[in-house]
């Protein structure tokens, strides 16, 4: 996965830096938090096709957010875009891109699901997911990816008397079990070579809650406001 920053590099008061991409190379599929004005200039920059994105994000309620927006959505349907477009927003912004579209007359070629952002996991693929948390008056996010476990040790797994069957899958993907007799069995140390996932979090707001302490803990920041 490569994270590539789409905000317009310009002075200010505040640090902003609003909109980027996700983009998953090996499977072809590009997730954007955030449209900032121009966004689809710059992927074009950048050798993308917008026609790989399938998830929006809008993060807050903020004209540096969805100031491309609209113009993204219509540039994909004159590119004749017929699979789904899934775009997550808080509550208000759905009105916005229903009376804009209606106002300038626009009918799109593709299917939109606009989802209200609550609490949760929202986004996921075989690898990577997306979890949303509400601060109150805006947003914080936290992306992950799945461990990835080595070699299975099988020995270590005869030794144990395991029947051989689907309990060996369970274990070559670390899930756990907790024995009649109270000992607990940890698929993860029943693998070699093992490759914790990722961590990266969202903050949108510049001062510490709960939830941005335990959202960074333990992982990257790739967007933080604060006052410079």
């Known amino acids: 996965m490569e994270i590539i920053n789409l905000t317009r590099n310009q002075p200010s008061i505040i640090n902003i830096k609003t909109s980027f991409i996700l983009n998953f190379q090996y499977s072809k599929d590009i997730w954007i938090l955030n449209c900032s004005q ?3 200039h710059l992927m074009e920059k950048k ?6 994105i399938s998830n929006i994000i809008v993060t807050e309620k903020n004209i540096d957010n969805i100031s491309g927006l609209l113009g993204l959505l219509s540039s994909l349907s004159l590119i004749n875009r017929k699979k789904k477009l899934n775009i997550y927003v808080s509550q208000g912004i759905e009105k916005y891109i229903i009376l804009s579209k209606k106002y300038a007359k626009t009918n799109f070629r593709y299917c939109i699901y606009l989802y209200i952002l609550q609490t949760g996991l929202i986004v996921s693929n075989q690898e990577y997911q997306i979890y949303t948390f509400n601060n109150k008056l805006n947003f914080e996010f936290l992306l992950t990816a799945k461990n990835k476990y080595g ?4 020995n270590k797994a005869q030794k144990f008397r395991f029947p051989v069957g689907p309990i060996y899958g369970k274990l070559k993907n670390g899930y756990s079990f907790l024995l009649p007799d109270g000992i607990i069995i940890d698929g993860y140390k029943f693998t070699k070579f093992n490759k914790s996932g990722i961590k990266k979090s969202v903050l949108s707001n510049k001062y510490h809650t709960r939830n941005s302490i335990e959202i960074s803990n333990k992982s990257q920041i790739i967007e933080h406001k604060f006052i410079v």
């Open 47 to 52: 050798n993308l096709r917008i026609n790989q």
């Open 38 to 40: 121009g966004c689809q």
């Open 151 to 154: 070699t299975f040790k099988l």
